[in-house]
T-cell receptor
Framework: NAGVTQTPKFQVLKTGQSMTLQCAQD?????MSWYRQDPGMGLRLIHY???????DQGEVPNGYNVSRSTTEDFPLRLLSAAPSQTSVYFCASSYSLSRTGNEQFFGPGTRLTVL | GESVGLHLPTLSVQEGDNSIINCAYSNSASDYFIWYKQESGKGPQFIID?????DKRQGQRVTVLLNKTVKHLSLQIAATQPGDSAVYFCAVALGYNNNDMRFGAGTRLTVKP
């Protein structure tokens, strides 16, 4: 198993550009989520999905869109990049969060800089 | 809503000593709590979790304690090793089926040889 994979690893955008961060998992997990991590801070939830076709907003959803057309993939789209979106982005997946011991697996992250 | 905070941003311990990392949360309805370890340049790694119907849960060299009365969570690491050096985050899951998760800011643990 590859686990959770994210592409690209690094990206530089200009203000106003759009792009899609890719996330895929091969563990047949129902639950997938996107977080951002700013320097010296914990992770903040952007969007999450509890299964194909179902998405919901997290703590900081503005400026981001998601879709979940398959169980495996959960792309994050930046509609019009802003310098405030400079951050490290992590994708994560798990079977669900309803049961104790249900580990959430994180990808290696995408470091995004918006100029 | 929910806010999650840690008492100390940094913690330095001697190799072999026990480490205790603390976390406070604000929402008394929070039901599910997780500790993560993050090494430099990597994504967080699950350590241990606990539900609100428990006070204590043990893993390999780690113990999580939950005090719902004061809304406090702690992670104890026994016989701390240099490989334990990392940033540790507590996370609190909100919402039905615990799908909305909030993280604390993290405690950087440094283990001195």
């Amino acid at each position: 198993n590859a686990g959770v994979t994210q592409t690209p690893k690094f990206q530089v955008l200009k203000t106003g550009q759009s792009m899609t961060l890719q996330c895929a998992q091969d563990m047949n997990h129902e639950y997938m989520s996107w977080y951002r991590q700013d320097p010296g801070m914990g992770l903040r939830l952007i969007h999450y999905s509890v299964g194909a076709g179902i998405t919901d907003q997290g703590e900081v959803p503005n400026g981001y869109n998601v879709s979940r057309s398959t169980t495996e993939d959960f792309p994050l789209r930046l509609l019009s990049a802003a310098p405030s979106q400079t951050s490290v982005y992590f994708c994560a997946s798990s079977y669900s969060l309803s049961r104790t011991g249900n580990e959430q697996f994180f990808g290696p992250g995408t470091r995004l800089t918006v100029l | 809503g929910e806010s999650v905070g840690l008492h100390l941003p940094t913690l330095s311990v001697q190799e072999g000593d026990n480490s205790i990392i603390n976390c406070a949360y604000s929402n008394s309805a929070s039901d599910y709590f997780i500790w993560y370890k993050q090494e430099s340049g990597k994504g967080p790694q699950f350590i241990i979790d606990i539900r609100s119907n428990m006070d204590k849960r043990q893993g390999q060299r780690v113990t999580v304690l939950l005090n719902k009365t004061v809304k406090h969570l702690s992670l104890q690491i026994a016989a701390t090793q240099p490989g334990d050096s990392a940033v540790y985050f507590c996370a609190v899951a909100l919402g039905y089926n615990n799908n909305d998760m909030r993280f604390g800011a993290g405690t950087r643990l440094t283990v001195k040889p």
